[in-house]
């Protein structure tokens, strides 16, 4: 048996919304794999093969590894089964993004060096879930299965923040904030002000005025009411186009889920209210659905910056590019930054070639990070093509957070800068 596990904990809506479903299936069922008294709703993220091991050696390869990341997001979406050790295992779906993916592939590279792998930690396809029931269920399962695909599938946008590292006994350690960058001893991470306290600091980051959680209606017409107006900037989010899943290796299973998450991800932080400067490629793709279908389903004022695969649309205002002043910056929006792009109009070559100043654009994706990543110092450019950035819009005011003058370069929205 390991002597030390690491997995994130679920805070707030989601653990109450998880917890509640793992004590139902216990009662309703007769389950006793996955329940306590008070169920610990997580995901794990390193089991450990057995041997003793120096907690504290453990604490310093998480840290070493969490201290290169702070946003981290991950969906909650739906459930589903797998065969497990001891029978078969329901859980809660987790749709891990590629910073979560990076992480936990780290944090098993650094863990290796001081402990054993459990099988689990060695398979390249790692899974990422959150148990619901196991164990004792194999000839309930038809039942159960069936009893949880009547009900509403979870669907929760949120963020990894901590790093909890548990005793053999399942107790908590240490904790790290990969938010605030400290570490909390059990009494801190359980104290509810210091969550409070990291999640109001993830909400800033972000640009969020509330945690990306579902709210009440009255909620979201209170916000609307007297929210401050914000900027977003976003390019190529190819609705409909289900190559570019495999093109640029977005973490999606099909087209379906894509495109949902894009819509929730996009809605989530942007009201009604809100102006969304879109860098161009809404849709594309045979039998992709029309600009107005798309914008009808996205919340903002959205400003679109004509993309190669956009086609022209004579009720819609479509620029070949603008300018935008924010605070004492001048920036020019424009889909491809790069003027011997044959798609590119004279009147795009001339505005590239006479702009000397920052340039914000989508087109290039995460396929030519080299020359265009999210931040690029030496050319000046900002690439907002959804794979950089979280596949959300980006608010003017998170990125101006960056202090982007100092950055060299910085590769996705959530990774380490290199300054100057």
């Given amino acids: 048996m390991p002597n030390f596990f690491i997995e994130f904990r679920f805070q707030g809506h989601a653990k109450y919304q998880l917890r509640e479903l793992i004590r139902e299936i216990a009662h309703k069922f007769r389950v006793k794999g996955a329940t306590t008294y008070r169920p610990v709703p997580h995901v794990a993220l390193f089991y450990g093969g057995p041997g003793i091991v120096d907690i504290r050696k453990v604490c310093d390869a998480v840290e070493k590894v969490a201290k290169n990341y702070s946003l981290v997001p991950f969906e909650i979406d739906g459930f589903e089964w797998r065969d497990g050790e001891e029978g078969k295992v329901i859980a809660a779906t987790i749709n891990a993004s590629p910073e979560l993916k990076q992480l936990r592939q780290a944090l098993a590279h650094e863990l290796s060096h001081i402990s054993s792998l459990h099988r689990f930690d060695a398979q390249p396809d790692f899974w990422f879930h959150t148990t619901i029931a196991f164990k004792d269920i194999d000839q309930k399962f038809d039942r159960i299965w069936h009893y949880l695909n009547t009900k509403e599938k979870p669907h929760i946008n949120l963020y990894l923040m901590r790093i909890t590292v548990l005793n053999r006994d399942r107790r908590i350690e240490e904790e790290y904030d990969l938010i605030l960058k400290r570490w909390l001893d059990r009494r801190g991470a359980l104290n509810k002000n210091l969550y409070h306290e990291t999640e109001n600091r993830r909400k800033e980051l972000t640009g969020e005025s509330e945690p990306l959680e579902a709210k009440t209606p009255l909620w979201h017409f209170i916000r609307r009411l007297f929210a401050k107006k914000h900027l977003y900037l976003v390019g190529d ?37 809100d102006t969304v400067c879109f860098l161009g490629d809404m849709s594309f793709g045979r039998g992709s659905r029309p ?130």
């Fill in 291 to 420: 600009l107005r279908y798309w914008m009808n389903k996205l919340h903002g004022r959205i400003k679109i910056i004509k993309g190669g695969h956009d086609p022209d649309d004579e009720s819609l205002e479509m620029l070949e590019f603008c300018e935008l002043s924010h605070k004492r910056y001048r920036f020019l929006l424009i889909h491809s930054p790069d003027p011997d792009d044959p798609d590119q109009t004279e009147r795009q070559k001339r505005k590239l070639e006479d702009w000397h100043g920052w340039i914000i654009h989508g087109h290039k994706h995460n396929n030519d990070v080299e020359n265009y990543p999210f931040i690029n110092g030496e050319r000046k450019t900002i690439n907002v093509s959804v794979e950089l950035i979280d596949y959300r819009p980006l608010s003017i005011d998170r990125l101006m957070s960056l202090n982007i003058d100092s950055i060299k370069r910085l590769e996705t929205l959530n990774s380490q800068p290199e300054r100057w």
């Fill in 237 to 273: 989010t190819h609705f409909d186009h289900e190559n570019i899943i495999r093109y640029v290796g977005r973490p999606f299973q099909n087209v379906e889920e894509m495109n949902r998450t894009l819509i929730a991800r996009w809605n989530s932080i942007v009201l009604p209210s």
